[in-house]
């Protein structure tokens, strides 16, 4: 069965994150108030075949820990709808 | 000795490398195809190099890619068997990304791509004057990695001023503790941000890069048969 697995890919919380500073500019910009701060980061879509969603997931884990994030920059959260 | 320099698919700086070690240090040089996988012609003396540039458009993150070319796996095994690897740029990059150097390069701090002459220091304190080019060139590691670099004496680049001072002013990109190149703890490993390829001809009016080129890649013996 084919799973939609939906990888959130982010910047580390203690790295400046230049691109989320940019569109926090925007933003000001904008005259938007309230939002204190931006993070940019990606979100990769995956349709995964797999026996089961465990497997889905730790398939997911597998292409993410070796290419879809750095952990010296990145953090990422895996989820199936 | 000779050079293979790797070409991806997005490499830009491939013919300004073979052009200055070729044309400008008289070296042998051999253009080599990320699709393939031979280095059988190269010795552990050699030298490969992977270029700046913008390999597979900077997708995903840069370097990211690249490092799974069929090419970067021989390119990994020749620098596990002591061979002699060299990064600038992106290259500096795809070494991070494919582990052979520790570390990452993050988008500048100032969220601008940055083109022009720095000056940099190597350990023995001589200074350089070279063209730095990247978006994406601010040198980041943890604490520990960093502590273990310095330890080791692996940082060979630091960005400073024209006196030789490391300072923020003289920072390009926002750089940790103004790391501009480092090597692996084996010294068969190099990778800098700035381009000393880009500063071996007269005619550019900038040769200090020679000097960076023969420090990092040549014996002692090459590179006095040089001078």
């Known amino acids: ?81 | 000795m000779k050079f293979g320099v790797v070409v991806f698919p997005g490499s830009n700086c491939d013919r300004d490398m073979f052009d200055a070690l070729s044309q400008d240090m008289n070296q042998e040089v051999i253009m080599l195809w990320h699709k393939d996988r031979d280095l059988s012609m190269f010795a552990k003396e050699d030298c490969i190099i992977l270029p700046g540039g913008f390999s597979y458009g900077d997708y995903l993150r840069c370097g990211a890619i690249a490092r799974f070319s069929p090419l970067m796996q021989s390119v990994i095994d020749f620098a596990h068997q002591g061979g002699k690897v060299f990064g600038v740029c992106n290259g500096f990059q795809i070494l991070c990304e494919s582990h052979l150097l520790p570390g990452a390069l993050l988008r500048n701090s100032h969220q601008k791509f940055v083109c022009k002459n720095v000056f940099l220091k190597d350990t023995d304190n001589n200074i350089f004057k070279i063209p730095v080019a990247h978006g994406e060139g601010r040198f980041y590691a943890d604490e520990k990695t960093l502590d273990d670099l310095e330890d080791g004496g692996q940082v060979i680049f630091r960005y400073c001023d024209e006196k030789g001072q490391v300072t923020d002013a003289s920072n390009p990109n926002g750089a940790i503790r103004n790391i501009a190149g480092i090597c692996n703890v084996n010294r068969n490993v190099f990778g800098m941000m700035p381009h000393p390829e880009r500063a071996t001809s007269e005619v550019l009016g900038n040769t200090d890069g020679r000097k960076i080129l023969k420090d990092l890649l040549m014996s002692e013996e090459l590179a006095n048969h040089l001078a």
């Open chain 1, 1 to 81: 069965m084919t799973y939609n697995v939906q990888v959130k890919v982010m910047p580390l919380k203690e790295l400046l994150d230049p691109q989320g500073k940019a569109v926090m500019g925007g933003l000001d910009n904008l005259g938007l108030k309230g939002i204190e701060d931006v993070r940019v980061g990606k979100n990769i879509s995956l349709q995964v075949n797999a026996g089961n969603e465990a497997e889905a997931k730790k398939l997911a884990e597998e292409a993410t820990k070796k290419l879809l994030a750095n952990p010296v920059m990145e953090y990422f959260e895996i989820a199936i709808n």
